[in-house]
C-alpha cells in the first residue's frame, strides 16, 4: 500500500496499534511465565539444533504441503519439509490403521534427513475430527457457543484431541474465534459468539482441552484462527476489508489474548485486510502486537496460498513463521525466500525466530522422542462415551425461540406424529460444512445418527415422515417439521448475491410450514443452521421453534429435548435478525443498539 493511500483513520488506527504494543510490552513482560509444557533446556536445544541448520533446511522447516500432489516420493528429504496437511483432497487411507501408516511413513522419511527433525501433521479438525467418516463429530462452534458451558468445551477439545491423533495428527487448525458481526459471512458457525467475552471464555477451555499436557499422545497443538478482523468484513465477505475502530479491534484481540495466556501453539493469519493491509503482511499486527506485545511464542502461519496471494517475502517481514505451501506454491515459496535472504530483502534473523517457534512446538509436541501415531488410541474413534459427550453438547446447544400453547414438550404417545423435510432424515445436511468433505456431505455418513431416527426411538405412536413435504399427512397430532441450509464452507457460504445462500429460508422450505400450519394444530419447527436467518414469519406460523445450529452426528439428542427428556438450556450466542432490512455493512448485533433485533443475545425459553 503506497503512503498516500493511507487515510487520516488509518492513521490514527496506526498510532493506537503502536499505542497498545507499547503498553502491552511493558505490562504483559513482566507477568511472564516460564511455559510448563516445555523444559529449561528446550530453548538451549533448540539453540543447538539452530546452529546445525543450513539456508536450505531452515526454508524447508517453514514449509507446510499437503500430503498428496504438492509432493511425490523423496520430496520431504529433498525440500526439508517441516510440516505436512490434509485437507480436501485424496485420503491417507482406507482407514484410521492406513491413515496413521501414511503419516509413519512420512515421519521417517522426516526422520532419515541429516538433522532428522519430525514433522508436524494438520488438519482442519474443527468440530470433532470432522475429515475422517465414521468420527465423533460435535456441533459446529456457533452451537457451543449457544451451550455457554465451557468444561464442555474442553472436554469436546479433549475428544477432538484424541479422535485427531488416533488418525495420524499432532495438530489442529482450530479454534477459530471469529467475532462475527454479519450473518451474511458464510463462516458464521465456525465461531463461537458475536461476544468477545463469551468467545474468550470458551477459547480458554478449547485450548486447553486440546493441548492438555502435549507430550502426552492423545494431544494435538491448537491454532487460534483467523488473525484478525476474519468476521468483521464490511458486508460479511469472506476475506474482505475489516474498518473498524480502535474499540473493536481491542475486543476482537481479547479472545487471542487468552488463547496466548493458555500457551496456544499456533494462530493462523486471515485472508482479510484490516483498512487495506492484508492480515499476511500486517507487520504491526504480527509482530509488534501479537508477538512482542502479547508475548506470543508459537508457530504465525498463513492461510491457504498465503505466500503467493498475499506478498511473498513481505509477508515473511511481517512476522509469517510457516507457510501453507500447497497447490503449487513450494517452489515459489522456497526459492523466493532464498533469493530474499540471499539479497538481503529478508533477515537470517528473521528466519532464525521462525525456525526456532516451529523447534519449540516440536519439542514441547515431545517428537523429538516420540515422533509416531499411538494406534491404542484408533479404537476410541466414535467410541460410545465420546457420542455421549457429543450428544449432551447437542441437547445443550438448542435454543428454544417460541414455545406457546404447550406445544413442547411432547407426549411420547401422541397416536400419530408427522416429520417433515429432508434435514430431518440426513445427518450429512444436519452436520453442515467441514464434514467428512470440505464443503460437507448430502448424505447419512457412517456413525452418525438423524432427527427423525432419534424420534422414531422414542415416540410410541405412528411416526411418518414426509420427507419433501408433499404427501399431506394433515391427520397427524403434531407435526414436527426440519428446515434449513444445505452445507457450505468458507466462501461458498458468502450471502452476496452471488451464491445460492440467502437470509430466509427457501421457498420449499417456508412451504412446508405454511402448509402443515394451516391444517395440523401442534406445529413444531426445528431450523437446522450455521447462522441465525430471518424466519420472522415461519415463527408466528409455528407453536414451538428450536435453532438448533449444527448440530453433528448425534441427532437423536434433539429427539430427546423436545419428548421432554432434558430441559433447554441453550442461549442465544447472536442476536437473531427480523428483517432482511436491517443488514447493511454489519446484520443487527448486541454493541450496536441502532438495530434492535427480534431476540437479544443471550435470549432461550426454558420448560
Ligand atoms: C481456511 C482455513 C483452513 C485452511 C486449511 C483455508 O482455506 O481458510 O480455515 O484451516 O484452508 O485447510
Same mark, same amino acid.
Given at each position: 500500500m503506497k503512503a498516500s493511500s493511507i487515510s487520516k483513520y488509518n492513521f490514527t488506527l496506526l498510532y493506537f496499534l503502536i499505542g497498545i504494543s507499547f503498553f502491552y510490552s511493558i505490562s504483559c513482560k513482566q507477568v511472564l511465565k516460564p511455559t510448563e509444557d516445555y523444559d529449561s533446556l528446550t530453548e538451549s536445544k533448540i539453540d543447538s539444533i539452530l546452529s546445525l541448520m543450513t539456508l536450505e533446511e531452515k526454508i524447508g522447516q517453514m514449509s507446510q504441503v499437503r500430503h498428496f500432489s504438492d509432493i511425490e516420493k523423496g520430496d520431504i528429504t529433498k525440500h526439508h519439509i517441516g510440516s505436512v496437511i490434509h485437507t480436501q483432497g485424496p485420503l491417507p487411507g482406507k482407514n484410521a490403521q492406513e491413515w496413521q501408516a501414511k503419516f509413519t511413513k512420512l515421519q521417517n522419511e522426516a526422520l532419515s534427513t541429516r538433522l532428522g527433525i519430525p514433522l508436524l501433521f494438520a488438519v482442519d479438525a474443527v468440530h470433532g475430527q470432522n475429515t475422517y467418516e465414521g468420527a465423533t463429530i460435535f456441533p459446529h462452534n456457533i452451537g457451543m457457543g449457544a451451550t455457554g458451558n465451557a468444561k464442555l468445551v474442553e472436554e469436546s477439545a479433549q475428544i477432538t484431541a484424541k479422535e485427531t491423533q488416533a488418525t495420524? &495428527?499432532?495438530?489442529? &487448525?482450530?479454534?477459530?474465534i471469529a467475532i462475527p458481526y454479519n450473518e451474511k459471512w458464510g463462516r458464521v458457525y465456525e465461531a463461537y459468539s458475536e461476544s468477545p467475552e463469551l468467545t474468550s471464555e470458551l477459547v480458554k477451555s478449547s485450548v486447553k482441552g486440546h493441548q492438555?499436557?502435549?507430550?502426552?499422545?492423545?494431544t494435538v497443538l491448537a491454532t487460534a484462527k483467523h488473525f484478525i478482523g476474519d468476521g468483521s468484513t464490511d458486508y460479511g465477505r469472506e476475506g474482505g476489508d475489516t474498518n473498524i475502530g480502535k474499540h473493536q479491534l481491542e475486543q476482537l484481540l481479547f479472545p487471542y489474548r487468552k488463547a496466548v495466556e493458555q500457551d496456544i501453539g499456533a494462530i493462523m493469519v486471515s485472508f482479510n485486510s484490516i483498512d487495506g493491509i492484508n492480515m499476511h503482511a500486517h507487520k504491526i499486527l504480527i509482530t509488534d502486537s501479537l508477538k512482542n506485545s502479547m508475548n506470543f511464542n508459537g508457530i504465525v502461519v498463513t492461510d491457504w496460498k498465503g505466500y503467493s496471494r498475499f506478498g511473498q517475502n513481505e509477508i515473511i517481514n511481517a512476522g509469517? +513463521? !510457516?507457510? !501453507?505451501?500447497v497447490d503449487g506454491d513450494l517452489d515459489m515459496f522456497q526459492n523466493g525466500l532464498r533469493d530474499g535472504v540471499k539479497n538481503g530483502s529478508v533477515s537470517e534473523n528473521r528466519l532464525n525466530d521462525a525456525v526456532r517457534r516451529i523447534l519449540r512446538q516440536k519439542l514441547r509436541l515431545g517428537l523429538f522422542k516420540n515422533p509416531f501415531p499411538d494406534s491404542?488410541? #484408533?479404537? +476410541? #474413534? $466414535?467410541s460410545p462415551a465420546h457420542r455421549n459427550k457429543a450428544r449432551q453438547a447437542v441437547i445443550e446447544s438448542l435454543v428454544l425461540l417460541k414455545n406457546e400453547n404447550k406445544a413442547l414438550p411432547l407426549n411420547k404417545n401422541l397416536s400419530k406424529i408427522v416429520v417433515v423435510g429432508e434435514h430431518a432424515d440426513n445427518t450429512g445436511l444436519q452436520s453442515g460444512g467441514w464434514t467428512v468433505e470440505w464443503q460437507g456431505v448430502h448424505r447419512n455418513y457412517e456413525g452418525a445418527t438423524s432427527i427423525l431416527e432419534g424420534i422414531k426411538n422414542i415416540a410410541e405412536g405412528e411416526v411418518v415422515y414426509d420427507q419433501l413435504g408433499t404427501r399431506e399427512y394433515y391427520d397427524a397430532d403434531t407435526a414436527i417439521i426440519v428446515v434449513g441450509e444445505t452445507p457450505y464452507a468458507e466462501y461458498f457460504g458468502d450471502i452476496n448475491g452471488e451464491t445460492k445462500y440467502k437470509l430466509e429460508l427457501s421457498k420449499k422450505h417456508q412451504d412446508y410450514i405454511k402448509k402443515y400450519s394451516e391444517k395440523v394444530s401442534n406445529i413444531i419447527v426445528i431450523l437446522v443452521s450455521g447462522r441465525p436467518l430471518v424466519v420472522t414469519k415461519q415463527i408466528e406460523q409455528s407453536d414451538a421453534f428450536i435453532a438448533?445450529?449444527?448440530? $453433528?452426528?448425534?441427532?437423536d439428542g434433539i429427539a430427546q429435548v423436545i419428548f421432554g427428556e432434558y430441559n433447554f438450556k441453550g442461549k442465544l450466542p447472536h442476536s437473531w435478525p427480523k428483517s432482511v432490512k436491517d443488514f447493511g455493512k454489519y446484520g443487527p448485533n448486541f454493541w450496536d443498539s441502532s438495530v434492535e433485533p427480534l431476540f437479544k443475545f443471550g435470549y432461550g425459553l426454558e420448560y
Open positions: 495420524g &495428527f499432532n495438530w489442529t &487448525f482450530s479454534p477459530c492438555g499436557d502435549l507430550r502426552k499422545k492423545h509469517v +513463521d !510457516m507457510v !501453507m505451501a491404542t488410541l #484408533i479404537k +476410541d #474413534i $466414535g438448533a445450529w449444527l448440530p $453433528g452426528s448425534e441427532g
